[in-house]
């Protein structure tokens, strides 16, 4: 090899580091993201010939570099090359590919598509996908920044179907909601409000990108491409990402309905359906009308608590919300009779007397069902977990109560820095160690558990279930 050569091979950044460039990992509009030497260690070149806009761009990874992006799940960029070339260095964990390969994958295999959705992780997978986007997301707004060009090409997750690991790889849009000056979008996920040039990105352009993100995935259908597109001429398309055409399921206009691919009754006994609805219907003429991402969040998080295994095809099933019998629930795949051992915890929130009495004086007892329910199958561990109405936080908190179940029973963590107690018979009893139900014991009795969070004497919250 020449020293040209090596030359063109090696980039160095403003610190002096130099970085060996060995193959190219995915390519965009504005640049090339490559593997280097190092490992996780990434570097994009920035390829606009136009001078003024390399400049703009330098400038905006500069002050991008400034931003906290601490604790997010971002390729962010660590420093600038040295000049005169244009573009940065950043970190990215490795064994990850772009989302879009599992939608390419799915077409691929459209013979057989029930069971290639099931070998890329199935409903769960998805769902832990889209959660640990849109916890990303929240947190990104949350300090004050929107994300901009948001596409299954620039996020990337786990090679390994069995996890779900999930990044940001393309930060170049990321800009203060009240400074973006942005207009760029990837075709089939731009807001209808930015494709047809009337508004700028802003946190609510991420809210449409994620929402047609979250429905591709699910269902394996573009919102907006049913029937009339696809029978259509290429103009009813640009139409309908417009926002002139209604979206696939929507009940008042069916003209534009979708009869392929996987329906969304795998997630309907869920706030989705309604969430899709409010985004691709009142969100596309007003924006403020779509669900935030922490409603995403929050309703993406319940469905990863009630999702259990099929023990005969494997498949992973959304289990009922509160008011359905979970003995007339079968695999959605295989019809099979749900889990007989699965644990069922309800939350409740417990009121004092006085407080009962003064706010909720009809309640028969001092307790309030929020209608939340998480399903614990044998050989798996889950957290129940405090939901706040934001859910803004970076971590779960410490009153998030661990639960496993294995072949000897259920086992409960205490918390380490709030009060546990369980109660079946007589007072509450303060577990202050690990506690543990034999599976022997398992319905002897037909008086619930409580897990009480906190005081039993104050407000607090109850997770009931039967052993």
């Known amino acids: 090899m020449t020293a040209t050569q090596r030359s063109t091979r090696q980039v160095l950044d403003e610190k002096g580091t130099r970085y060996e460039l060995l193959s190219e990992m995915s390519r965009g509009g504005q640049g090339v ?28 990874i500069a002050w ?26 950043m970190e990215l964990m490795d064994g990850l ?76 849009n990321i800009s203060l909601q009240a400074h973006s000056g942005l207009t760029l979008h990837t075709p089939d996920y731009g807001a209808p409000e930015v494709v047809r040039g009337e508004a700028l990105l802003s946190s609510l352009t991420d809210c449409w990108s994620f929402a047609v993100i979250a429905y591709r995935l699910l269902t394996h259908n573009h919102p907006f491409k049913g029937e009339l597109v696809e029978q259509g001429e290429p103009e009813e398309e640009d139409a ?14 069916p003209e534009n309905a979708c009869f392929a691919n996987l329906p969304m009754q795998l997630a309907e006994h869920s706030r989705l359906p309604a969430l899709f609805s409010r985004c691709f219907e009142q969100g596309k003429h007003d924006a403020t009308a779509r669900p935030g991402i922490a409603e995403w969040l929050e309703a993406l998080t319940e469905i990863d608590e009630r999702i259990i295994d099929c023990a005969e095809c494997t498949a992973t099933s959304l289990m009922p919300g509160a008011g359905a019998d979970l003995a007339d629930m079968n ?18 929130i417990f009121l004092p007397q006085e407080e009962k009495d003064a706010e909720f004086p009809e309640l028969p007892d001092n307790r309030i069902a929020t209608g939340r329910r998480v399903y614990l199958q044998q050989g798996t561990t889950q957290e129940l977990k405090r939901l706040m109405p934001s859910f803004s936080y970076d971590r779960w908190p410490t009153d998030h109560v661990r639960i496993e179940y294995t072949d000897k029973g259920l086992g409960i963590q205490p918390l380490p820095d709030s009060a546990l107690y369980l109660q079946r018979d007589g007072d509450p009893k303060l577990l202050e160690k690990f506690q543990g139900l034999k599976e022997a014991l398992r319905g002897k009795h037909d008086t619930p558990y409580q897990l009480h969070i906190g005081s039993p004497e104050k407000s607090h919250v109850i997770w009931q279930f039967q052993w």
């Open 64 to 89: 991008l570099i400034r931003q906290d992006l601490s604790g997010l799940k971002l390729a962010r960029p660590l420093a600038l090359l040295e000049p005169p070339r244009f573009g940065y260095v």
């Open 97 to 172: 590919v772009p989302l879009q390969s599992l939608l390419d994958s799915f077409v691929a295999a459209e013979h057989d598509a029930a069971s290639d959705y099931l070998a890329q992780g199935g409903l769960r997978r998805r769902i832990r996908i889209l959660c640990q986007l849109a916890r990303t997301l929240n947190q990104l707004h949350g300090r004050g920044l929107l994300y901009g060009d948001l596409s299954p090409a620039n996020i990337f997750v786990s090679d390994d179907p069995g996890f779900a690991e999930t990044w940001l790889i393309d930060c170049d």
């Open 240 to 253: 309908a990402l417009r926002g002139e055409h209604p979206w696939i399921n929507d009940l008042d206009n």
């Open 33 to 60: 993201v490559y593997r280097t030497h190092l490992p996780n260690v990434l570097v994009k070149g920035f390829i606009h010939k136009d001078l003024d806009a390399k400049q703009r761009w330098h400038q905006h």
């Open 331 to 348: 695999c959605f795949f295989c019809d099979a009779p749900v889990d007989a051992n699965v644990v069922l915890f309800e939350e409740f």
